[in-house]
């Protein structure tokens, strides 16, 4: 299959008409929905294809797909770099000739070439590629990072206006790879698809270059956000802790009310809060022992025991190993400020 590999000028404008439309979608940068992340580095396919799953579902996007497409009349898709499907069969602005050939394996076989061709060629600036039936796709890369995770792409559509000719040669390509559409039929739809000028296609590869990188820096606060999310099974663990901190606690009694081993829970617990379960314990009986400072007619000693504290004494070691003061002498700087 021949290809025409062409870098583009991302600095062309596109028309005012549709800026509108572009800065809406544009100025909304929240994630309506969370992915089922793994905190850390993503340098698996697994985690790429996950976030970019979540992009798409986020309000930002699905908001831009529908002013690009609306505005240009072109499908733009968002895949992940190692897809083997068609980018964009089953838009609404897929290419009507590109539809028909796409019921066909020896066609989609030629169109994900295509698709492999844009993956090793636009890891860096946005690329298009002129598919053996005339028409141009366009990728850009999205990036976390450095790392690219997947790309924009849009096209189907030609760069200058098909000609009989052009017709002729490609009829008699698809129809060996074996596509049943009858000649009139594969002739309107391949006379019917959009034609770019090259201000057009310059204008196009600016919008999708703006909103790569957009999505970029929303990829990453989405990766900071779930490198920072807490296990549900620790959120239930805190909650639990703080709902039964005045008992006498153990690390196996939180860990079976959330359905754990105790081995487990205690390395899993500490590596989300940083605190062995003893330490995180102490400090949420101390938290609620400082507010209890507060009342005046409330003995520290009574304090103590109400916290969960066995022993004043130890309650009055552990508080001032916390909070750097005694919980006499905290009580009285509160009282003076």
């Not at 703006?210 to 820096?217: E, G, P, V, Y």
């Amino acid at each position: 299959m021949q290809t025409i590999l062409a870098k583009q000028n991302t600095e062309t404008q596109f028309s005012r008409s549709s800026a509108p439309a572009f800065e809406h979608a544009h100025s909304d940068n929240r994630l309506d929905h969370a992915a089922s992340l793994s905190p850390g580095n993503v340098n698996t396919p697994s985690k790429a294809r996950a976030i970019i799953e979540t992009l798409k579902r986020s309000k930002i996007y699905q908001e831009y797909e529908t002013a690009f497409s609306e505005t240009t009349g072109l499908p733009v898709s968002f895949r992940a770099v190692e897809s083997w499907q068609l980018p964009h069969h089953g838009k609404k602005h897929e290419n009507r000739f590109c539809s028909l050939l796409a019921g066909t394996s020896r066609a989609c076989a030629a169109c994900l070439q295509v698709q492999e061709k844009l993956s090793q060629t636009a890891s860096i600036d946005a690329q298009s590629i002129n598919c053996a039936a005339g028409l141009t796709d366009i990728a850009i890369p999205v990036r976390l990072g450095e790392q690219l995770i997947g790309f924009l792409q849009t096209g189907q559509a030609f760069r200058k206006k098909p000609t009989e000719n052009q017709f002729q040669k490609i009829s008699k390509l698809v129809q060996g790879w074996g596509v049943t559409a009858s000649l009139p039929e594969l002739k309107e739809a391949y006379f019917s698809g959009r034609v770019l000028s090259s201000k057009q296609h310059d204008a196009v590869v600016r919008l999708l270059t703006i909103f790569a990188q957009h999505l970029s820096m929303v990829s990453n606060q989405l990766v900071v956000q779930q490198e920072n999310a807490e296990l549900p099974v620790i959120s239930r663990a805190k909650q639990f802790i703080l709902d039964n901190q005045t008992e006498d606690l153990s690390l196996s009694q939180v860990a079976k009310a959330v359905n754990t081993s105790t081995f487990y829970f205690c390395k899993l617990f500490k590596k989300a809060t940083g605190l062995n379960f003893t330490a995180y314990l102490s400090r949420v009986r101390i938290e609620k022992a400082k507010n209890l400072l507060l009342n005046p007619n409330l003995r520290v000693s009574e304090i103590a025991f109400e916290v969960g504290f066995q022993s004043l004494t130890h309650f009055n070691r552990v508080f001032k190993n916390i909070t750097g003061q005694a919980p006499t002498e905290y009580r009285h700087n509160l009282m003076r400020a």
